[in-house]
């Protein structure tokens, strides 16, 4: 063994005792301690967890480094060192509605203390607790109310890592943030697995364990299902913003779903991350797609007039003329605070419309042919 080896793994294993700090490291050169065992994950990429007793240590990988860089959190039933979290927490913060969505599906919505907005929320029970003030709004990206955050005190702050200002200010408050990295997760079912992540925070490891074990059967049971279709129709998605249409690569989130749904994505490249297009060479590609697929943030009622009125080249799709346009829209749908765990819903929206045949009798929840 040289001595760099040795002096990086007695580094990495003095990290996860001692500190929540950034090491950078290859993901399988650093040993955990002996008396840790790591929690398995079936499709989760972005995170791994260790247990020993009553004490976890969470690492959350930076997907965006080349070199596997890392946090790890050490989390403990009675807090001792200033760099431990004390778990089951009693007050978190979200600055993303995407994080919601596994405190909703957990059914334990007491522990947010605080969130980024609440402009667009559809949770009934959140919402009524925003309403009594027993839920505070401490603002957006580079406009935190950090005064308004350290009075909350909270035991850990949720931040996206994809978000890229507005974080700095949170720092100084010596309040833990924690990276949720879930959407950086290239299949549906990678993202709803850190419903585990959560449960660790809040003292429901065994209800995440029970709730993702089902809906991955759910899942697989409709991705096999549509295994057995003979024809796959072609599919695209997005359209044009700001003059660029921003395509989901070939091995991308929405790719990986397409293909589970009995469908062919358009789009057969290596790229797992979204990329810009101009119309002409989108038009080229998709042009007799047979269905089209969007996300969009319209006001109540958007339909096909309203989207040829945005740019009247759309009418010259096929899948505009058939009438195979499929809409969710996320003014009126639950969308960002549902859809990481509910991963077997969508698919069977995407099954329903590409294989009616398959699921005659299901009405969807999420996505809607434009009318």
């Not at 002996?34 to 959350?60: C, M, P, W």
């Amino acid at each position: 063994m040289s001595r760099t080896f040795y002096l990086k793994s007695v580094i990495g294993i003095f990290a996860i005792v001692f500190s929540s700090c950034q090491i950078k490291t290859e993901k399988q050169s650093v040993n955990i301690l002996d008396s840790y065992q790591q929690k398995e994950l079936k499709h989760a990429k972005g995170f791994e967890l260790f247990t020993s007793g009553n004490d976890k240590v969470l690492r959350i990988y930076n997907s965006k480094s080349t070199d596997s860089t890392y946090q790890d959190f050490k989390l403990v039933k009675k807090k001792t060192a200033a760099n431990e979290i004390q778990v089951p927490c009693k007050k978190i913060i979200c600055l993303s509605s995407t994080q919601l969505t596994y405190f909703f599906a957990l059914n334990d919505i007491d522990k947010i203390a605080a969130t980024n907005s609440s402009r667009h929320l559809f949770h009934k029970g959140l919402n009524e607790r925003i309403k009594q003030g027993k839920v505070k709004r401490v603002g957006k990206e580079g406009h935190f109310n950090t005064e308004l955050i350290a009075g909350i005190n909270p035991d850990l702050i949720f931040v996206s890592p994809y978000k890229t200002g507005g974080y700095d200010a949170l720092k100084n408050l010596d309040i833990p943030l924690v990276p949720m990295a879930a959407y950086d997760e290239k299949t549906p079912l990678g993202r709803a697995e850190w419903v585990k992540m959560i449960a660790a925070f809040i003292g429901k490891e065994n209800e995440a364990d029970s709730l993702f074990e089902k809906l991955s059967v759910r899942y697989d049971s409709l991705k096999n299902l549509s295994k057995s279709v003979k024809k796959r129709p072609t599919v695209f998605s997005g359209k044009m913003r700001s003059g660029i249409w921003y395509v989901p690569g070939g091995k991308s989130f929405y790719a990986n779903y397409f293909r589970d749904a009995g469908a062919k994505y358009i789009i057969e490249d290596d790229k797992q991350g979204a990329y810009p297009l101009d119309y002409e060479t989108m038009y080229t590609k998709a042009a007799d797609c047979d269905y089209w697929r969007i996300l969009v943030p319209e006001p109540v009622g958007f339909g096909r007039k309203a989207l040829i009125e945005q740019d009247g080249r759309y009418g010259d799709f096929k899948a505009y003329k058939t009438g195979n346009v499929i809409m969710c829209n996320i003014r009126e749908k639950p969308y960002y605070e549902q859809n990481a765990m509910k991963p077997d819903v969508i698919l069977a929206d995407y099954i329903h419309y590409f294989h009616p045949n398959l699921l005659p009798d299901y009405k969807p929840q999420f996505y809607e042919v434009l009318k």
